[in-house]
């Protein structure tokens, strides 16, 4: 199973989002990242499967969760 990153900003976010994958069933937890690898300069992500990224994206919309670049296979 392909592991996708989506990037995020502040360490609050990637606790948010991932508590947001727990509701909805999506496995993910929160990791540090170089943060030459995305555009924005972040830090740290969310690791879950790159099956849920789509899934994901959706749900930090609706709860208005900032997000970054996705890093992984798949996308």
Not at 5 to 19: G, L, N, V
Not at 29 to 50: E, N, Y
């Amino acid at each position: 199973m392909a592991e996708c990153i989506i990037a995020m900003k502040s360490q609050t976010s990637a606790e948010r989002a991932r508590r947001a994958a727990v509701f909805e069933r999506i496995y993910a937890d929160v990791v540090s990242i170089d943060p030459s690898v995305t555009r924005h300069g972040c830090s740290l992500g969310i690791r879950l499967p790159c099956s849920e990224v789509e899934r994901m994206k959706i749900v930090m919309d609706k709860k208005n969760i900032p997000y970054g670049d996705v890093i992984g296979r798949g996308v």
